[in-house]
């Protein structure tokens, strides 16, 4: 059983593309985020790199 929900992951994966325009880079933005959420920065990190690939902007 997976840990966090789909709509959980497309949330955090949202709030993240609102936040990263007021933090000088990613990773910034992820701890931010996932601080909020309580989830490790890690999680997120993986879950942004996922969505990059699916979407075709990262060669995966």
């Known amino acids: ?14 709030m993240l593309g609102e936040a990263r325009v007021d933090h000088p880079n990613q990773m910034t933005a992820i701890r931010h985020v996932a601080g ?9 990190r993986v879950w942004q790199r996922r969505y990059e690939v699916d979407a075709g902007a990262r060669p995966g």
């Open 36 to 44: 909020l959420l309580g989830m490790s920065p890690e999680t997120l």
């Open 1 to 14: 059983m997976a840990r966090y929900t789909t709509e959980m992951r497309e949330r955090a994966l949202r």
